[in-house]
């Protein structure tokens, strides 16, 4: 069954710790997405992974980390930097290959800092 | 940067026709793409236009007119399940996308 998974779907954390949010695909799709969604804001480009072992800045990378080890796989780190970390995050997906590519989304995973 | 804008909330009657509208000013453009995304959820494709004129899907339809910076979406024979957000996103030159805020559309019985 294809398809983009992230875990867990809710996470709670204190103030000032790291925490590591999971986005798997199966699609063998290149191109790798993190977006965060805030209430009535639209979706914000925070890393973005093209290939294996490299990935670039969105528009609001402070404050978060990625790495992209694996076809598969890319985490995001939101670090204690990150000012206001509450917030939905989508992982996306497409093929890179042309601009009718379309970009499949993970389930995403609400992270609440209290 | 990108500007995209679109109504931030539209409300329509069961079977009406609704149609949410959405300009944009981009660097480059590599298309244009509509998203249908229910509270809480990812949001799932709808649609794509890169050319001018009009795509039909069923009941969904998109247009485009890129010398305006214009695009719209129909939604006609609405039903309640189509209560969701709707987003309004544009591929610029460097191939990454750009999302609006979202409409939000009611449907009401």
């Known amino acids: 069954d294809g398809g983009i998974t992230q875990s867990p779907k809710y996470l709670f954390r204190k103030e000032g710790q790291n925490v590591t949010l999971s986005c798997e695909q199966n699609?063998?799709?290149?191109?790798m997405y993190w977006y965060r969604q805030d209430p009535g804001q639209g979706l914000r480009l925070i890393y973005y992974?093209?290939?294996?072992?490299?990935?670039q800045k969105g528009d609001i990378a402070e404050g978060y980390s990625v790495s992209r080890e694996k076809k598969e796989s890319f985490p995001l780190t939101v670090t204690s930097a990150q000012k206001n970390p509450t917030a939905f995050y989508l992982c996306?997906?497409?093929?890179?290959?042309?601009?009718?590519?379309?970009?499949?989304f993970g389930p995403g995973t609400r992270l609440t800092v209290l | 940067g990108q500007n995209i804008d679109q109504p931030t909330e539209m409300t329509a009657t069961e079977g009406a026709i609704v149609q949410i509208n959405c300009t944009y000013q981009?660097?480059?453009?590599?298309?244009l793409f509509w998203y249908q995304q229910h509270a809480g959820e990812a949001p799932t494709f709808l649609s794509y236009?890169?050319?001018?004129g009009l795509e039909e899907k069923g009941r969904f339809s998109s247009f485009l007119s890129r010398s305006k910076g214009y695009s719209y979406l129909l939604l006609k024979e609405l039903q309640m399940k189509d209560s969701a957000s709707y987003l309004c996103?544009?591929?610029?030159?460097?191939?990454?996308?750009?999302f609006g805020a979202g409409t939000t559309v009611t449907v009401r019985a």
């Open positions: 996306a997906t497409d093929t890179g290959v042309s601009g009718a590519d379309t970009q499949y």
């Open positions: 699609l063998n799709h290149d191109a």
């Open positions: 992974s093209q290939i294996v072992n490299d990935f």
């Open positions: 981009t660097s480059g453009f590599n298309g």
């Open positions: 236009n890169v050319l001018d």
């Open positions: 996103a544009v591929r610029a030159g460097d191939y990454k996308l750009s």
